[in-house]
């Protein structure tokens, strides 16, 4: 093997193996920033050793042994409690000297409790939730400070300062490296969830650039929600979210035309759609309700777009049912975008004038007051009435809110043809 292949061997390990190397060293230290250097100092040790005496059999748990023992003396100098200090120190002393596999056998029992307890870490309140994302994609996604600066199109500098103050914030609050128990588990979950699908939005229709998707960024999050699945079982809204995420992500392929442009949900080609992860979708939804979470948030978001994925054709979709799915969601988290969304549904369901009373009644909502959708889903209501003139100013609006290039170019596509529409029609 050449040293170029080593090196693309070890970037792979460390995609698989980082998460968890970082987690189980964040048990024995109890500081997620210390744990992250102590794995990337066995990284860097690897890169140094691997190319000539080649990749270990386990590469994973030679790189828990070689951070293990770096574990060590990083306790020694800080002089902890000594009875403390002489249990983990002999302990991983012990384990140290013991062969390899023993030592992989010896945190492979508590690796899922150590991934949980690194998810509720990076995921904490007490961080902002543009660090939290970064964060967790860095220790959890194993993704470098540059590529979490293209995916979110930020300065690398910026992520970098994001994550540090992150790491600085955690230790100076003293958060525990635990899984939050009783109560204040549901509060911290919904904390988790809600990290992990912002990944997921970010990937699936980016905020700004020229990619209408960032297909890399739903995989990301995709992956975390199955982690945390499999971490966490019983808990209908992880399953729901997976649920909500996998369904929607099955339209990747169809959602984006040969040249980047932007294709939208009723005139996809659903041949397209991946049917493997919608089954997996639909699959993850039943766990859900089976688990009484029917009407959990993300489970009734997934269940809407159950309707689509199940639907072959545009006009087969289940509007009606969308409609009252909606009107669920809307009562247990009530929000203008929830009611925008809803108005679109009301306007597939019951008519456009139906859905445009709904949409005009939001106009003055604050929060929606930039909010580039509104002026689109107006301007497409509008269009359908025939009154072109009035729609092609609502999609100008819109173009000139939205960051998102391809957006843009939609938009004010939709304007022009409205123009000449309306041209026609005079």
Known sequence: MTATDTHRTIDAVWRIESARLIAGLARIVGDVGAAEDLAQDALLIALERWPESGVPNNPGAWLMATAKHRAIDLLRKRSLVERKHELLGHELEARQEAAVPDIDAAIDDQVGDDLLRLIFTTCHPVLSPEARAALT?????????????????????????????????????????EVPRGPE?????SSVLAVIYLIFNEGYSATAGDDWMRPALCDDAIRLGRILAGLAPGEPEVHGLVALMEIQGSRAKARVGVSGEPILLLEQNRSLWDRLLIRRGLAALERAEALGGANGPYALQAAIAACH????????????????????????????????????????????????????????????????????VRGDLLAKLGRHREAGEEFERAAALTRNGRERELLLGRAATSARAGKNAG
């Open 309 to 376: 994925a199940r639907a072959r054709t545009p006009e087969e979709t289940d509007w009606p049912r969308i409609v009252e799915l909606y009107e669920v969601l809307a009562r247990l988290t009530p929000s203008p975008v929830v009611e925008l969304n809803r108005a679109v549904a009301v306007s597939m369901a019951r008519g456009p004038a139906a859905g445009l009373a709904l949409v005009d009644a939001l106009t003055s909502e604050p929060a929606l007051k930039g909010y580039h959708l509104l002026p689109s």
């Open 137 to 177: 994609l860095r220790l959890l996604g194993g993704l470098t400070t540059d590529e979490i600066a293209r995916a979110f199109l930020v300065p690398e500098a910026t992520v970098a300062q994001r994550i540090v103050r992150a790491k600085r914030t955690l230790s100076e609050n003293r958060v525990g490296f």
């Open 185 to 189: 588990l549901a509060g911290r979950l």
